[in-house]
């Protein structure tokens, strides 16, 4: 325990923690939007899907028990990943406790300059997201259980679906630097695994991006209505 204390201290040991619970909720995020893709299927198909994530380990365990189980390790991850996020970013303020007079971004990233208000959209978009098809507080005409009509419902509003698209836009940039300098973390930093690194990172980050914005775009279509 002290070995493991001590580590958490480090900088090191919270670059692990970070990579660790983003790595959590990257394999989430996989399988929220490939259930999401089951709109394309219909009204049942979207709909039986979510029934089924309230019924997994039945009748061993309880309606929905599997989910809140899933709920809280994604919470404990959630909060893992902000603390070590912002314990980097103070010790990188620490190090540099004056800003440069020029300021150089030959060695970084777009995504990587943009990881901290992109972390901070996304967690208002959570909040925003939860309140509006998992508690049904802002969405304009929430239907208890009938999950399709509640999404095209939502999605229907422009300004909402903006909102959504421009999160995923966000959640892409986060992915990308997140997961290449994840696997730097892990130790996966040297020739020739840095190219194909930076290469998959983005592939992931763009098909990520699509999937998820597929169903706003399609609801603002038409397509799915």
Known sequence: MPRLAGLLQSLVGKKIVMAVTGMVLFLWLLAHMIGNLHIFEGPESINHYARW???????????????????????????????????????????????????????????????????????????????????????????????????????????????????????GLHLYHGLWSGLQTLGLHRRPTDRWRRSLAAAIAVLVFLGFISVPVAVLAGVVR
């Open 53 to 171: 994530l309230r019924e997994i380990g039945a009748p061993v365990l309880s309606h929905a028990q599997a989910l809140w189980l899933v709920r809280a390790v994604l919470i404990l991850a959630v909060g893992g990943h902000i603390w070590a996020a912002w314990a980097v970013t103070r010790a990188s303020w620490a190090a540099r406790p004056v800003g440069y007079k020029l300021h150089q971004t030959a060695e970084t990233t777009y995504a990587a300059r943009t990881m901290r208000w992109g972390g901070v959209l996304l967690i208002l978009f959570v909040v925003y997201h939860l309140l509006d098809l998992t508690f049904g507080r802002l969405n304009p005409a929430y239907v208890d259980g009938d999950v399709y009509h509640n999404v095209v419902a939502s999605f229907s509003v422009p300004l909402v679906a903006g909102f959504y698209i421009l999160a995923m836009a966000a959640l």
